[in-house]
Nanobody
Framework: QVQLGESGGGLVQAGGTLRLSCVAS????????MAWFRQARGKEREFVAQ????????YEADSVRGRFTISRDNANDMVYLQMNSLKPEDTAVYYC??????????????????WGQGTQVIVSS
């Protein structure tokens, strides 16, 4: 089992950058496929980016590809989401998620077993 905690959210102007962090507590962090999701007010939770257990493969949603980058540091049990060229439509609560899986490409919330509490990102126009 793993516990997740996000940080790094905040208020930023359009075109700005933020770096979200997710720290995992528990054993065998390198067994987990990790992902970031987001949920805007009144909308369903949506996939943002995913990374395999070893960091060897990543996948980003079309809406963020080229602007957001997911990465991980297994030595320190951390996952990051670097967000560049932010847009007002990126405003949402961002969640870190984990599942024990050595594959790749899990993109639906139901496929993940562990979730953090979320961190708010607000992008002003």
């Amino acid at each position: 089992q793993v516990q997740l905690g996000e940080s790094g959210g905040g208020l930023v102007q359009a075109g700005g950058t933020l770096r979200l962090s997710c720290v995992a507590s528990g054993r065998f962090f390198d067994s987990y496929q990790m992902a970031w999701f987001r949920q805007a007010r009144g909308k369903e939770r949506e996939f943002v980016a995913q990374i395999t257990w070893d960091g060897g493969s990543t996948y980003e949603a079309d809406s963020v590809r080229g602007r957001f980058t997911i990465s991980r540091d297994n030595a320190n049990d951390m996952v990051y989401l670097q967000m560049n060229s932010l847009k007002p439509e990126d405003t949402a609560v961002y969640y870190c998620a984990a599942v024990v899986d050595y594959g790749s490409g899990l993109r639906f919330p139901d496929e993940y077993d562990y979730w953090g509490q979320g961190t708010q990102v607000i992008v002003s126009s």
